[in-house]
T-cell receptor, first 116, second 116 residues
Framework: DQQVKQNSPSLSVQEGRISILNCDYTNSMFDYFLWYKKYPAEGPTFLISISSIKDKNEDGRFTVFLNKSAKHLSLHIVPSQPGDSAVYFCAASFDPANSGNTPLVFGKGTRLSVIA | DTGVSQNPRHKITKRGQNVTFRCDPISEHNRLYWYRQTLGQGPEFLTYFQNEAQLEKSRLLSDRFSAERPKGSFSTLEIQRTEQGDSAMYLC??????????????FGPGTRLTVT
């Protein structure tokens, strides 16, 4: 069963507008969430993360929002640029023992196309 | 330091042959992860090391798969008697874990395996 879900396989946005990528999760034990960007023929690149004790984290044009009650997070990119065109993966982890001993659980990804 | 490197980048092999992939993590990172990604899916966890100790293996890692990290530096992933279902992108990631640190993992470019 898919514990991390990205229900939109693709998204097209005009340059300069806001891109909103969504992610839902089912495991309430997850306590840390990350977004990765992936270009073709490259490995995923870390973008931004958020701990479950927060509801928002911002880094430049990228903001991640977390709604724990809805088990939902979103990535906002403002303003969107053509170079943002890539596949975006949502990932989650949980670490109740604070040992860092947890692999990441990924969604299937959303392909973002930013149109000039 | 230039990040995580993986070799080879591409490997084509015939069914039944053995293959070995290498991952060189970021030099100061003590944790090393292997993931597998197939078309249309996010990366799926295979196994993970802290220094030279292999601490966790996914049920995806059949007996034909073995991974090592001698001396806690580079790691190798070997697949014996390859099957067509092993065709995938094999991703390596590393992280630096210490108390209070975050959960970001940094990925290499991957090795694409094609089994004919």
């Amino acid at each position: 069963d898919q514990q991390v879900k990205q229900n939109s396989p693709s998204l097209s946005v005009q340059e300069g507008r806001i891109s909103i990528l969504n992610c839902d999760y089912t495991n309430s034990m997850f306590d840390y969430f990350l977004w990765y960007k992936k270009y073709p023929a490259e490995g995923p690149t870390f973008l931004i993360s958020i701990s479950s004790i927060k509801d928002k984290n911002e880094d430049g044009r990228f903001t991640v929002f977390l709604n724990k009650s809805a088990k939902h997070l979103s990535l906002h990119i403002v303003p969107s640029q053509p170079g943002d065109s890539a596949v975006y993966f949502c990932a989650a982890s949980f670490d109740p023992a604070n040992s860092g001993n947890t692999p990441l659980v990924f969604g299937k990804g959303t392909r973002l196309s930013v149109i000039a | 330091d230039t990040g995580v490197s993986q070799n080879p980048r591409h490997k084509i092999t015939k069914r039944g042959q053995n293959v070995t992939f290498r991952c060189d993590p970021i030099s100061e990172h003590n944790r090393l992860y292997w993931y597998r990604q197939t078309l249309g899916q996010g990366p799926e966890f295979l196994t993970y090391f802290q220094n030279e100790a292999q601490l966790e293996k996914s049920r995806l890692l059949s007996d034909r798969f073995s991974a090592e990290r001698p001396k806690g530096s580079f790691s190798t992933l070997e697949i014996q008697r390859t099957e067509q279902g092993d065709s995938a992108m094999y991703l390596c990631a590393s992280s630096l874990w210490s108390s209070g640190s975050s959960y970001e993992q940094y990925f290499g470019p991957g090795t694409r395996l094609t089994v004919t």
